[in-house]
C-alpha cells in the first residue's frame, strides 16, 4: 500500500479512536506528502525515495526539537514531539544497530580500499548510499571517522 493511502488510512482510524497525538503526527506527514507532490518536477506524484526523505527529515526536525526542549526544560513540548516520532518511526525502515552498521562500513572500507582520513569522502559517498534510510547519516558520519582514525 502507498504511503498515502496507509496514511489517510489511519487518520480514519485516528479519529475514530480520538487519538490526538497520532492524528497529528499522520497529518504533518500528510502535509509533507502534499508538499513533495507539488514541488517542480513531482507531476503530482512522489516516489518511494522521495517519501523516504521527507520521513527522515521530518524525524531529524523532530529530534533537533527534542533536544531543544529538553534543555530548556520544556517537557510539554517535548512529549508531543517524542509522541509524533513514534508515529513517523512506524513509516521508516528498521534501523540497524550501531554493530551492524560499523560492520556494513568495514566492508565499505575494505571495497574501496580506503585506508586513512583522506578517504573519508570516497567511504561516506558510498555508505550513504547504501546505508540511506537505515541509518543516522550523524552516525555513519562519526563511524567512518574512527573507523579510518581521523579523531
Known amino acids: 500500500m502507498a504511503l498515502e493511502q496507509q496514511i489517510m488510512a489511519e487518520m480514519k482510524d ?9 492524528l ?10 502534499i508538499k513533495a507532490k507539488t514541488e517542480p518536477g513531482a507531476a503530482g506524484e512522489i516516489d518511494e525515495a522521495t517519501e523516504l526523505k521527507f520521513l ?9 526539537s527534542l533536544d531543544i ?3 530548556q526544560g520544556r517537557e510539554d513540548l517535548a ?6 516520532m513514534v508515529v513517523i ?7 540497524m544497530t550501531e554493530t551492524e552498521i560499523k560492520t556494513a562500513i568495514q566492508i565499505i572500507i ?6 586513512n582520513a ?16 537505515k541509518a543516522d547519516g550523524k552516525t555513519i558520519s562519526n563511524l567512518v571517522k574512527e573507523m579510518l582514525g581521523q579523531n
Open 79 to 84: 512529549v508531543k514531539e517524542r509522541e509524533e
Open 14 to 22: 485516528a479519529m475514530k479512536s480520538k487519538n490526538e497525538a497520532v
Open 56 to 64: 527522515q527529515k521530518m524525524m531529524k526536525q523532530r529530534k533537533d
Open 118 to 133: 583522506a578517504d573519508l569522502g570516497k567511504v561516506m559517498g558510498v555508505a550513504s548510499k547504501q546505508l540511506a534510510g
Open 89 to 95: 518511526e512506524r513509516f521508516l525502515p528498521k534501523q
Open 110 to 115: 575494505t571495497e574501496t580500499g580506503a585506508s
Open 24 to 33: 497529528r503526527s499522520l497529518r504533518a506527514i500528510k502535509a509533507e506528502i
Open 69 to 71: 526542549f529538553e534543555k
